[in-house]
């Protein structure tokens, strides 16, 4: 990518009547917003179904769309839904009670997917041939996530290794499909609205699924499992700074050599058909690919786990071979505990990088994530959905931190979050991109998620009016100035 900037902010964290960003109406004008600012990048968070807390990193599958970001309005103009039905009279009421810029997932699990599915299944007998065309493309998953989740609900929500019922009603599965069907449509329009303003999508690709997702139900071989089918080693990371314990996961790991045995057929699906929704991909934990922390299933504390080797450049190289490219569209999201076996992984497929301006000032004049420092293949945030707000973060760091930043500016701080933006974009790297609360200098209440922290987590929204005109402007003006319009 030729010299750019972008704007992090994940479709949940829009606003709009149905108790959470969806992609819909409101995504649509943010896509064109964003091309008003000057903006070439939105990057988003991974689009697949959530865990209980919302986070989409703990997902029951690695391909499927999550049915809480099916847009009602859409599928209310799509005739699917009819907005005088009592059910959405009654849903809308609800959403209209809670707060405006909170989420409340519970409400959109108990609430909102219902609509979705009740829209499903009015859908069915006319969307067949729209069904098995998608059938067709996305046969290497759907098959599998659908029946997955059709035995869920048949089993009362239960792990799947505990399960009872083993024949899918063949009623859920449709119903699912046609979930997956409203995703890939929807998704469609919203792409199409930004590659007509100009604005390339950056997803994402958590490395790791749940231990109790459709993936590992379908292909237990790829993974690490016990004999009952229960993960045996699970991931994490060591004590780190958001952690003097570490963090425990849950998460199964890989089996690298029966993956490496079969081609990597699964990964490589996994990656083309995420890069069939966007334009390039962000990959969560790529140090795990060099090696990654393996905890005992049973262990009290991520403490006892130890670096065992991952995939190695093999992966890469059957991403490569699969998409037919010498450069693959991938940034490498290379933050935690890096060595000089983690750059050389990721040096040696050519991939950006990750700075991060709130580690920046804690002292060393030289620190890589400095904007003297960095090379112009990487990407610079002044911080992620995984860190405070920039606004959170000078409120809280101390003088001494405070006096080095100013040091480095050349001035006092005034706008700390806008200070900070201004300079990540006036740095060499090929890409900066900058969080949707940072622009509206939010404090830490808006804070996307905090590592290691299970509530509270994926339930800021913005609010109707945040992204304005007058916004706009002041984002394409420091984007001009830095040359990346």
């Known amino acids: 990518m030729s010299r750019a900037s972008g704007v992090l902010l994940h479709p949940t964290s829009l606003p709009g009547p149905w108790g959470q960003g969806d992609l819909g109406p409101e995504a649509r004008r943010f896509a064109a917003w964003l091309g008003s600012a000057r903006q070439r990048v939105w990057q988003i968070l991974p689009l697949t179904p959530v865990d209980g807390g919302g986070s989409p990193y703990n997902s029951p599958s690695a391909f499927a769309g999550s049915a809480g970001l099916v847009s009602l309005d859409d599928l209310i103009a799509d005739g699917w839904l009819d907005a005088s039905d009592p059910e959405v009279v009654a849903f809308a009421a609800r959403c209209a009670a809670l707060p405006a810029d909170r ?3 519970a409400v959109i699990r108990d609430g909102r997917e219902p609509l979705v599915r009740k829209a499903a299944r009015a859908a069915a007998p006319h969307v067949q041939d729209a069904l098995q065309e998608l059938r067709t493309t996305e046969a290497v998953w759907l098959g599998d996530w659908a029946r997955f989740h059709a035995l869920k609900q048949q089993n009362g929500g239960a792990a799947f290794w505990t399960w009872t019922i083993h024949a899918p009603d063949p009623a859920l599965v449709l119903e699912e499909e046609v979930v997956q069907l409203f995703f890939a449509q929807q998704w469609a329009r919203l792409r199409s609205v930004a590659a007509g303003h100009g604005v390339e999508i950056v997803g ?45 996961w849950g998460m199964p790991l890989y089996d690298w050599e029966r993956n490496r045995a079969d081609g990597y057929a699964w990964w490589c699906a996994r990656f083309t058909s995420l890069l069939r929704r966007v334009d390039r991909v962000r990959i969560d934990h790529f140090r795990g690919f060099e090696a990654a922390w393996h905890i005992p299933a049973d262990a009290d504390d991520a403490r006892a786990g130890e670096w065992k080797p991952g995939s190695g450049p093999a992966l890469f190289e059957a991403f490569q071979a699969a998409l037919g490219v010498e450069r693959l569209p991938v940034i490498a999201e290379d933050l935690g505990v890096i060595t000089p076996a983690v750059d050389a992984l990721r040096d040696g497929f050519d991939l950006p990088g990750m700075r991060i301006l709130q580690f920046a000032f804690g002292g060393d004049p030289n620190h890589a994530f400095l904007p003297h420092t960095y090379p112009e293949r990487c990407v610079v945030y002044p911080g992620t959905h995984d860190n405070q707000t920039t606004t ?44 949707g609360q940072d622009l509206l200098a939010l404090d830490d209440a808006a804070r996307t998620n905090t590592p290691g922290l299970a509530d509270g987590n994926w339930a800021w929204r913005a609010a109707a009016d945040a992204f304005d005109d007058h916004l706009a402007g002041r984002l394409a003006e420091v984007t001009l100035r830095a040359r990346r319009a």
């Open 204 to 248: 994402d690709l958590p490395i790791f699924v749940s231990a109790d997702s459709a993936d590992v139900q379908a292909h237990p071989e790829l993974f690490l499992l016990g004999k009952d089918g229960r993960p045996a080693l699970v991931a994490g990371v060591p004590p780190d700074a958001f952690s003097p314990t570490g963090q425990m």
């Open 392 to 435: 959170g973060w000078w409120a809280g760091i101390g003088a001494d931190e405070r006096d080095r930043v100013a040091h480095y500016l050349g001035h006092r701080l005034t706008e700390p979050a806008w200070d900070l933006w201004r300079l990540a974009a006036e740095s060499r790297a090929e890409l900066a991109v900058v969080a």
């Open 103 to 105: 989420i409340d997932h």
